[in-house]
């Protein structure tokens, strides 16, 4: 980073997240500005360096809900409007880092390059601070939140059939082994909310409480992860179970996917392949 003196973990991420951006760009799950990102990076912001961000921070941006369980906290986020494969190359003016205030009822932005780029964070910012407040509030070991726009994922919530959460995930279960080993508590389906939407945020975060994937139904889905590439793994593993079944039928026959039983053998492996 350019003027900025991050801690080596925090570097990584930033890395992390550009590289990120280049693999939903590649895999055509971000059209124009589609997708955000956030990251927790508050234990890895020094004393030293909080007290030097404070004096630089500019005027306190509201929020429209408190979130008291992640006052003071830093977050790394992707910028609104921006695009993923802008953010593969430059992320020092597609992303920023925000630090909430110590009541929770709003966030000061910082740029990664320590010059105003005037950046602001992801219109979904709601779902990610959401989301967080929940992950830290279970002392869970995710730091890392990915919402992007798969093909496959949305095309299968086109299909009334399985534009629900159990058939769904029987579906995605039975086209490909891993499936289930990876993703052995399948994703939470939403259907249809307005993106951006208080309502759509609440209804994900009370998803995220059985799930580490949430599908929207006709938009895409967001993953948490200890990191960025594992939520992308789980998104891209579900992915390609979709995918299976599409060319299967597009090659004239209907899939015939996994037994139930061996659907079961799955779950005990995923248990073990998880401890």
């Known amino acids: ?15 992390d997240i550009a590289e990120l951006g280049k693999y939903l760009w590649q895999k055509g799950w971000a059209e124009r500005n589609a997708g955000n990102i956030s990251v927790n990076i508050n234990e890895y912001v020094p004393d030293e360096m909080k007290a030097e961000l404070s004096e630089q921070q500019e ?22 409007g921006k695009r993923m494969r802008d953010l593969a190359v430059d992320p020092e003016h597609n992303a920023l880092m925000i630090r909430v205030n110590d009541k929770g009822t709003g966030y000061y932005i910082l740029s990664l390059s320590g010059i105003d780029t005037n950046i602001h ?7 990610h601070l959401a989301i967080h407040q929940q992950l ?12 992007t726009h798969p093909n496959e994922l949305i095309s299968i919530t086109q299909i009334r059939d ?7 995930n029987r579906l995605l279960w039975g086209m490909h082994p891993e499936t289930m ?9 939403l259907p249809y909310m307005l993106p951006g939407s208080r309502e759509i945020a609440d209804a994900t975060l009370e998803k995220f409480q059985n ?26 593993t579900l992915a390609k179970s979709a995918q299976i079944y599409f060319q299967c039928r597009a090659a004239g026959h209907e899939p015939e996917g996994l037994t139930d039983e061996r659907i079961a053998e799955l779950k005990e492996l995923s248990k073990k392949f998880l401890t």
């Open 1 to 15: 980073m350019a003027n900025r003196h991050f801690s080596e973990p925090i570097t990584r991420i930033i890395s």
């Open 59 to 80: 005027a306190c941006l509201e929020l429209d809900t408190s979130y008291p369980g992640i006052a003071g906290y830093y977050f790394l986020v992707t910028g609104t």
């Open 121 to 127: 964070p992801t219109s979904e910012l709601f779902a």
């Open 136 to 147: 830290v509030a279970n002392g869970a070991c995710e730091r890392a939140v990915v919402h």
């Open 162 to 168: 399985f534009c629900n959460e159990r058939a769904l």
């Open 181 to 189: 080993v990876i993703v052995p508590d399948g994703a939470g389906y």
């Open 211 to 236: 799930h580490k994937v949430v599908i929207w139904e006709k938009h895409g889905c967001f993953a948490i992860g200890r990191d960025v590439f594992e939520a992308f793994d789980l998104i891209d």
